[in-house]
């Protein structure tokens, strides 16, 4: 009984104790379970992070894209309302020359129509009547009335006119009127021979040239050997050449014939060059043979097959063979093209005789003798040999006209050219000034007299160029502009201020629409701008204090006193816009925007800042000597325009409106291409954009510029952002002062596309991401920031506002020193009173 009791118990603990490994079994399973859960719930929120990441970045690329699309339909609109105005342009251009052309036309036909007149009246048709002829004076009338009647008016003016002086008959004037034609026609013939004799002469000049040229070359041994070998050649090989063709194409098909003619032309070069060859050795070896007499050396024979292996063993030998084999073909190919040339000059000048022949044929048939046709006919001829003269007439001065137009443009460039003096890339502290010496005995008010306005604004307009007026006064145009607009307001003549103005003004819209040149435009910016302020200094209102304020006596009696000269400074207003927009878009633009990338976000100065993860992803980029070189050339330009404002005489308020643009367009494109590239948010690359940016800032302080230096902030403060601690902890710093100037999403897009180091920090978190948005978009609420900048992330690139023309500058020069330089040739066109 307690034996059985006592199996019972074991087996029950047996059980027991199986019971208990299963319980453990099953609770070590629940724990794995849970394990897994835990890590499937953590990859759920990874996930989870990953998807809102996502949809924020699609979110980003749908406005990036809607605003590509936008700036595509601006461009588009853009080039499509320049087409429309240089269709217009072209348009109005035409309708103004064709116009000029009707204008000038009628002109000279009505000069040509007067001097024809003048013509019949004069002494050339008058004749001495004789008694009988006097005798019969009325019957003369009677008749020159009948033949007015029939011939029209302006053969009857003309009758009548020789009738009133000559009293002739009506043959006698026609005999009178056929003889001056004849000498016309003679003298036409005398012109023809002339041009005849010309060309001739100009013929045996080429072929003088050309024979010289010929006899030059014919006169090297070695072009001799090469005719004298060419010729036996020739001979030898004309007998075989004979046969062979006899042979092979009496009884051969078209393909045969074929063969035979590409084979005879390989021949034909190959023995050429073996002609060139052979002449070529035969004048080497006989230099070789006189310097080896010199030398008691004996040269071998050119075909004995042994040549001096000293002489060739550097090579130098083979070098001088094929250059002076070069040198003989290069002559052959001159000669012929002398030949050819010559050839062709004769020719032309057969058909230019052959067409000369045909037109004095044609009008000789054309010639009307008063004896052999009626009085009607007679007349009709005179009048189309009127025409054809007048048409002659004017011809001969259109000819005439442009010539002397071209003529003045040749001096006036051989005047203001300055190419060779090099002064292009001087400074104007290496420019030499020279001062004229007083002169008692000559003195000026100020005032500018001009005689010929439509010259005075092309001179000082067009004739003078940047490198000329390096050499003069810095704002000359101005000053003289403005002693001209005294000139007449002194005067009381409004509609000679006004008419200067409008010719000028004219004149220089034109030159600024069309430039694309940096000096001119700097030029006429600085001039523009300081032609302005003088005219606030020197007007007569009184509304505006600060302008005449820092005057002296002298300055304030040179103050205008007749006429309000407000709508001209509203003119000049639009001018300066229109020049600083053409400075901006046309000349720097285009040279400054592939220069900041690689200037400011790509250039590497010193091999020290670049860490280890620095050089891993610059694996794949450019090469490194030229991006060191790229924030050179960007501070390179920057100084190009800097020097050429100064140098033309640009205040401090025209060189920082410059410049300051320059300095937003290079913060606006470093800053919009680095917020959506990877490679360039991390650690390391901020430090060097920083330190880049720090030295266009240092050379803008160098400058006097350093009211510019704060259009850097966004891209320093990005900069600031990259290199700072990324946690919670500092969140208030980061959407705080350090990140003011930029905006919210600005913020996140740097943040986003930040990457971390390999050995100093993780990737930013979703959840961090979320707590800056909303950490900025309260700063923005508390700031009263306007609801366009929370979503605005492009920066405006190279957005140009308008030039500012409040602020007010001074000019201390005194008008009673204004002298005009001789190099302009402005005395003949206005004088100092």
């Known amino acids: 009984m307690m034996e059985a009791e006592r199996l019972t118990l074991l087996e029950a603990r047996n059980r027991v104790e199986v019971l208990q490994e299963e319980v453990e079994r099953l609770e070590t399973e629940c724990d794995l379970k849970e394990a897994q859960r835990g890590g499937m719930e953590t990859k759920m929120v990874e996930l ?89 004076d009325d019957s003369c009338s009677r008749t020159t009335s009948n033949l007015s009647q029939l011939t029209g008016s302006f053969t009857a003016e003309t009758i009548n006119g020789v009738h009133s002086t000559s009293r002739g008959s009506p043959e006698v004037l026609l005999d009178n009127m056929a003889s001056t034609f004849e000498q016309l026609r003679m003298i036409n013939d005398l012109r023809q021979r002339n041009e005849h004799c010309q060309r001739e002469t100009e013929r045996m000049k080429a072929i003088i040239e050309a024979s010289t040229l ?114 003989e073909r290069q002559c052959r190919h001159l000669k012929n093209l002398a030949e050819n040339l010559t050839k062709m000059l004769t020719n032309q000048n057969l058909e230019i005789e052959r067409l000369q022949q045909q037109l004095r044929f044609s009008e000789s048939q054309t010639v009307f003798r008063p004896s052999d046709c009626s009085l009607d006919e007679a007349v009709r001829g005179a009048h189309k040999q009127t025409q054809l003269l007048a048409q002659q007439n004017m011809d001969l001065n259109d000819k005439l006209t442009r010539q002397s137009e071209e003529l003045a443009e040749a001096r006036a460039q051989l005047r203001g050219y300055s ?124 509304s505006q204090p600060e302008w005449h304020v820092a005057n002296t006596e002298t300055q304030n009696s040179y103050r205008f006193k007749a006429y309000d000269v407000a709508p001209i400074r509203d003119q000049l207003k639009l001018r300066i816009e229109e020049c600083y927009t053409s400075l901006m878009k046309k000349a720097i633009e285009h040279v400054l925007s592939p220069k900041i990338v690689p200037g400011i976000l790509q250039h590497e100065s010193s091999s020290d800042l670049m860490t280890a993860g620095q050089e891993r992803r610059d694996r794949n980029s450019g090469s490194v000597e ?105 969140l208030d710093t980061l959407c705080g002062e350090m990140t003011s100037r930029l905006k919210p999403r600005q913020v996140v897009a740097i943040l986003q596309h930040y990457d971390p180091s390999d050995e100093m920090e993780d990737g930013l978190s979703p959840e961090f991401l979320v707590q800056i948005q909303k950490k900025l978009n309260e700063r923005a609420i508390a700031n009263n920031d306007p609801i366009e900048d929370k979503d605005k992330l492009i920066m405006l690139g190279t957005y140009l506002p308008p030039f500012d023309t409040q602020p007010f500058s001074y000019s201390d020069f005194p008008l009673e020193t204004l002298s005009l330089p001789s190099c302009l040739h402005m005395q003949s066109v206005c004088r100092l009173v």
Not at 651 to 670: E, N, T, Y
Not at 697 to 719: I, M, T
């Open 419 to 542: 190419g060779p003096l090099g002064l292009e890339n001087a400074s104007d502290e290496e420019i030499i000034r020279l001062e004229a010496f007083e002169k008692g005995s000559i003195k000026h008010s100020g005032f500018l007299e001009v005689y010929n306005v439509p010259e005075f604004a092309r001179i000082i307009v067009c004739e003078l160029k940047p490198t000329l007026a390096r050499l003069l006064t810095k704002n000359l145009p101005a000053y003289l502009l403005v002693a001209a607009f005294r000139n007449h307001d002194e005067k009381r003549d409004e509609t000679a201020l006004t008419g200067l103005f409008s010719s000028v003004h004219l004149v220089l819209k034109d030159t600024i629409s069309r430039s694309h040149d940096l000096d001119l435009l700097s030029l006429w910016l600085v001039n523009l701008w300081r032609l302005f302020n003088l005219l606030r200094q020197y007007s007569g209102e009184d």
């Open 626 to 730: 030229s991006q060191r070189k790229s924030l050179d050339d960007l501070l390179q330009f920057m100084e190009i325009v800097h020097t050429k404002l100064t140098t033309y005489g640009g205040d401090d308020i025209v060189v920082k409106q410059v410049i300051g643009q320059m300095a937003r367009w290079m913060c606006a494109l470093a800053l919009n291409y680095m917020m959506f590239r990877r490679e360039l948010c991390n650690f390391e690359k901020a430090i060097q954009i920083k330190h880049n940016v720090t030295q266009i800032q240092n050379w803008l302080n160098a400058k006097g510029l350093s009211d510019c230096r704060d259009h850097f902030e966004p891209l320093v403060q990005a900069c600031h952002l990259l290199q700072s601690r990324k946690d919670p902890s500092n």
């Open 214 to 327: 010929i006899e030059t070359l014919d006169k090297k041994t070695s072009l001799k050997a090469f005719e004298s070998i060419r010729v036996g050649e020739l001979e030898g090989a004309y007998n075989r050449l004979k046969n062979d063709m006899e042979r092979l194409v009496s009884g051969e098909n078209g393909a045969t014939h074929s063969v035979f003619e590409r084979i005879m032309e390989e021949n034909e070069r190959l023995r050429e060059e073996a002609v060139e060859l052979r002449s070529m050795l035969s004048s080497h070896f006989e230099k070789q043979s006189v310097a080896g007499s010199s030398g008691y050396r004996r040269s071998p024979r050119p075909d004995s097959g042994h040549c001096s292996g000293a002489d060739s063993e550097d090579g130098s030998s083979g070098a001088d063979l094929e250059e002076d084999l070069c040198i």
């Open 48 to 136: 989870q992070s990953r998807l809102d990441q996502f949809q924020m970045q699609s979110e980003s690329g749908q406005t990036i894209v809607e605003l590509t699309e936008q700036l595509e339909k601006a461009k588009a609109d853009r080039v499509l309302w320049d087409e429309e105005r240089q269709r217009m342009e072209a348009a109005l251009n035409t309708e103004r020359s064709a116009r000029n052309a009707l204008d000038a036309e009628m002109a000279a036909m009505r000069e040509q129509l007067m001097k024809n007149v003048d013509l019949f009246e004069s002494s050339t048709f008058q004749k001495r009547p004789s008694q009988k002829k006097n005798r019969d």
